[in-house]
Nanobody, 125 residues
Framework: QVQLVESGGGLVQPGGSLRLSCAAS????????IGWFRQAPGKEREGVLC????????YYADSVKGRFTISRDNARNTVYLQMNSLKPEDTAVYYC??????????????????WGQGTQVTVSS
């Protein structure tokens, strides 16, 4: 059974950092591209960044370039989202998701087939 479980969310002050984890089970992580998405209240779900299955290439949304990074530890079946210099506009529920096998990087939610339950990130003073 494919499962993705996010953790690491919470409340942080502007300028602070958080690291989110996406623990995968039920499939070998190294065969799949993984993306991070977020959804703020009243807004559509948007792609934040993703990492490929093969060459570990990454793709970032302009809004997070230079602040967020994505990495994966296939041995631990976990993908990480390191978020630095957080801003109030980063407040959202963050989701990780899996593309079909050997898929390339994409920030379109419709390209992903499995989703985690999400973790809340709130940036506020």
């Amino acid at each position: 059974q494919v499962q993705l479980v996010e953790s690491g969310g919470g409340l942080v002050q502007p300028g602070g950092s958080l690291r989110l984890s996406c623990a995968a089970s039920g499939f070998p992580l190294d065969y799949y591209a993984i993306g991070w998405f977020r959804q703020a209240p009243g807004k559509e779900r948007e792609g934040v960044l993703c990492i490929s299955s093969s060459d570990l290439s990454t793709y970032y949304a302009d809004s997070v370039k230079g602040r967020f990074t994505i990495s994966r530890d296939n041995a631990r079946n976990t993908v990480y989202l390191q978020m630095n210099s957080l801003k109030p506009e980063d407040t959202a529920v963050y989701y990780c998701a899996r593309r079909p096998a050997f898929g390339s990087t994409s920030l379109f939610p419709s390209d992903y087939t499995y989703w985690g339950q999400g973790t809340q990130v709130t940036v506020s003073s």
